[in-house]
């Protein structure tokens, strides 16, 4: 008789954020007991303190995961536990840091000793969870590891959370919604120009920029230059105020920049946008290929390309019709395969066959 699944969510991860959040929630809707042995100390204060609270549930559990970001915890984790542990490789370090953050150079020992760790950490964990199967290739590419040791699960939103709301109506305006932590994959240079493009012939097309960084900050001043009257910039603001910037919405924004990792990935914002019935623009990758279908449930334009966006949301602007069909679309699809619960029997299932 197979032993009844009992997981370890293990690391310095944060448990609000949306991919833990997820999958912790998920499998606990799954009826998987979970345990989180977690710690958010600084130094090497964490590695005492996780390895006393492992201690006490050491018999208790039969798979580790470490969760999301856990490059060190995974290696860590080698030392305290022969069980399975599956590793949530949600983002390598060293295209974050060098390529995406641009901290380092990529010749640079910095640049090195965070490659070595996503080396490592892949080649100790039993099993490894990426958001999407470009992923998975980048990893196999990259870090020459066996793609039959990953396994995809989508990210989903916190449904909990993110959820259709009655749009308020404020005045005339075609309200166009962008959030993010802004880093380089995000191209918010190429929703600027787009803006610019707008602003003369249809000034009733409003850009909301909600978001932080050094990027960020750099798009706000790029507006200033450009005096873009079309371009309204908030800062950063709590997640629960989120689901009412989309819900005042006419359309929302992804990822159009011209990165490696914008043609991987699916930014959390996605599938947040789904969730509360708002159609999607996004840039053409093969990342959103894996589930999006253009014009059904997300409108995709070219990468990276100014003119393709600016045309994107015109499209969308004088076709109710197709905008009511891709918010409907987007809403079901998140429905029947992104809900924490779905995602959550996913995981559960890949567990199981790891036992």
Not at 59 to 78: C, E, H, P, R
Not at 112 to 126: C, T
Not at 281 to 308: V, Y
Request: aromatic residues 12%; charged residues 25%.
């Amino acid at each position: 008789m197979k032993q009844r699944l009992v997981v370890c969510y293990f690391g310095v991860y944060n448990p609000k954020y949306i991919r833990n959040w997820v999958l912790i929630n998920g499998l606990r809707k799954n009826k998987v007991q979970v345990f989180e042995c977690s710690c958010r100390l600084p130094g090497l204060k964490k590695y005492w303190h996780l390895f006393r609270e492992h201690w006490k549930i050491r018999n208790d559990y039969n798979v580790m995961v470490v969760g999301f970001s856990g490059q060190l915890m995974t290696i860590f984790a080698k030392f305290l536990t022969r069980k399975p542990i599956v590793f949530d490789a949600l983002v390598p370090l060293h295209d974050a840091i060098v390529f995406n953050h641009q901290v380092c150079r990529p010749n640079s020992f910095k640049a090195k000793y965070y490659y070595f760790l996503d080396w490592l950490s892949l080649r100790l964990a039993d099993l490894i969870i990426c958001d999407t199967i470009e992923s998975i290739n980048y990893y196999s590419r990259t870090f020459k590891i066996d793609k039959e040791k990953c396994q995809r699960i989508f990210t989903g939103a916190n449904n909990e959370v993110f959820r259709p709301l009655a749009k308020k109506k404020k005045g005339d305006n075609f309200i166009v919604g962008f959030y993010a932590i802004v880093y380089k994959n995000h191209g918010i240079e190429y929703i600027v120009k787009a803006a610019e493009i707008l602003q003369s012939k249809y000034p009733e097309i409003v850009f909301r920029m909600i978001g932080a960084s050094r990027m960020y900050q750099q798009a706000k001043e790029m507006a200033g230059h450009l005096n873009l009257k079309n371009m309204k910039f908030f800062g950063f603001q709590a997640l629960k105020k989120l689901p009412y910037f989309i819900a005042e919405a006419d359309v929302c924004l992804g990822l159009f920049g011209q990165t490696n990792k914008t043609q991987r990935v699916i930014p959390n914002k996605a599938f947040e946008v789904l969730a509360c019935q708002k159609p999607l623009i996004n840039a053409d990758t093969p990342a959103m290929n894996e589930i999006f279908t253009n014009k059904k449930d997300c409108l995709l334009c070219q990468t990276a390309n100014t003119q393709s966006l600016a045309e994107a949301i015109l499209i969308l602007k004088n076709d109710r019709n197709l905008r009511n069909q891709i918010a409907e679309n987007g809403f079901k699809l998140f429905q029947e395969r992104l809900t924490p619960e779905i995602l959550g029997r996913q995981f559960k299932k890949i567990l199981n066959d790891l036992l």
